[in-house]
């Protein structure tokens, strides 16, 4: 028997991300691999995006039997791939910054004011620094050193 949705507009065959959280429930209920497959390949593309914020309401509120637990942990394991994601572009992004800034490692940790060995771990990847530090980390790495230091 095909899923239908009732008291929504939306349609089984439209986009999940057009979903309202009463369609996400009733596919996590009554609904088969095929749409489970679709919400899940909606949460990993974008973990905190409309779909994974219905899931999570859903499962949250009332989890459906069997699906709840599953759901929850295809959304925790893509919120934690996004976040290794997210740490290794600020890495990349700072070694591009200590390199365009002509300075040695150690210079260009004292210039932003922490020690070499913690700037170290932002170009691992391993801590990220704060807002304020990236801010001045990118003022240094984009202004030019054509002056005598």
Known sequence: MP???????????DPVETWPAEAVLTALE???????????SAMRADPWGPVARAVEEVI???PPYGTGP???????QARQEQDRRD?????????????RSGLTRAEFASR??????????????TVTPSAALLVRMR??????????E
Do not use: C, K
């Open 112 to 125: 932003i004011g922490t020690s070499a060995s913690r700037l170290s771990t932002y170009l691992a990847g």
């Open 70 to 76: 599953l759901m929850a942990e295809i959304l925790q």
């Open 87 to 99: 740490r290794e572009e600020v890495a990349a992004e700072i070694v591009h910054l200590v390199a």
């Open 139 to 148: 003022r240094l790495g984009h202004r030019p050193h054509l002056e005598a």
């Open 30 to 40: 009554r609904g088969g691999l095929s749409h489970w497959r679709r919400l899940a």
């Open 3 to 13: 899923l239908a949705f009732r008291n929504v507009t939306a349609d089984p065959d």
């Open 60 to 62: 949250g509120v009332d």
